[in-house]
């Protein structure tokens, strides 16, 4: 399978798809298209399993703080 590039992240995800073997490719399709079918965004999933592995309560919590942070070095 070979896969167009254009540049910046682009590249660095083509790179690191090319490193998996086809059956590994079909099973991240059927996941991504189950979770659209969905309607589920497993960007945000990720970031609440990381967080809350951390502690965090949830995603709301975690952009608290960081605002927070943001404010004290204004």
Same mark, same amino acid.
């Given at each position: 399978? %070979?896969?167009? +590039?254009?540049?910046? $992240?682009?590249? =660095?995800? +083509?790179?690191?798809?090319?490193?998996?073997?086809?059956? %590994?490719?079909?099973? =991240?399709? /059927?996941?991504? $298209? !189950?979770?659209? %079918?969905?309607? /589920?965004?497993?960007?945000?999933?990720? =970031?609440? =399993? !990381?967080?809350?592995? !951390?502690? $965090?309560?949830?995603?709301?919590?975690?952009?608290?703080?960081?605002?927070? /942070?943001?404010?004290?070095?204004?």
């Amino acid at each position: 399978m %070979t896969i167009a +590039v254009e540049g910046g $992240f682009t590249t =660095y995800a +083509v790179c690191e798809l090319e490193t998996y073997s086809d059956a %590994t490719l079909n099973l =991240y399709y /059927r996941d991504i $298209f !189950l979770a659209a %079918t969905q309607k /589920r965004n497993l960007v945000e999933e990720r =970031y609440q =399993y !990381l967080y809350g592995n !951390l502690g $965090f309560k949830d995603l709301e919590e975690v952009e608290a703080l960081a605002q927070k /942070r943001a404010a004290v070095k204004e």
